[in-house]
């Protein structure tokens, strides 16, 4: 059984949701080699989220995008929250 472990970089999107499957297969050409794997993403930023969505309907990410406007809105201003230190 092998295995490998690479760091990618993403660009910087705005906010919103986006589709990162290209980028990451891209970034990853040895994942042709196998034909049964499991892949980890993890995000090292504060301010950024993964979701696994199914991606036939290009609805859903505008969905997503409403469901968490809804649970973390923007004040008039465009700030989110008090706080504005990243790490």
């Not at 008039?76 to 790490?87: Q, T, V």
Request: charged residues 30%.
């Amino acid at each position: 059984m092998s295995w490998f472990q690479k760091q990618i970089m993403l660009p910087s999107k705005s906010k919103g949701t986006h589709l990162v499957t290209d980028h990451v297969v891209r970034e990853l050409p040895e994942i042709k080699n196998y034909k049964v794997g499991l892949l980890h993403l993890f995000v090292q930023h504060t301010s950024c989220g993964l979701s696994l969505n199914e991606n036939f309907d290009e609805d859903v990410r505008d969905d997503m995008t409403d469901a968490l406007d809804r649970v973390a809105p923007e004040d008039r201003k465009g700030n989110m929250y008090r706080h504005s230190a990243e790490g």
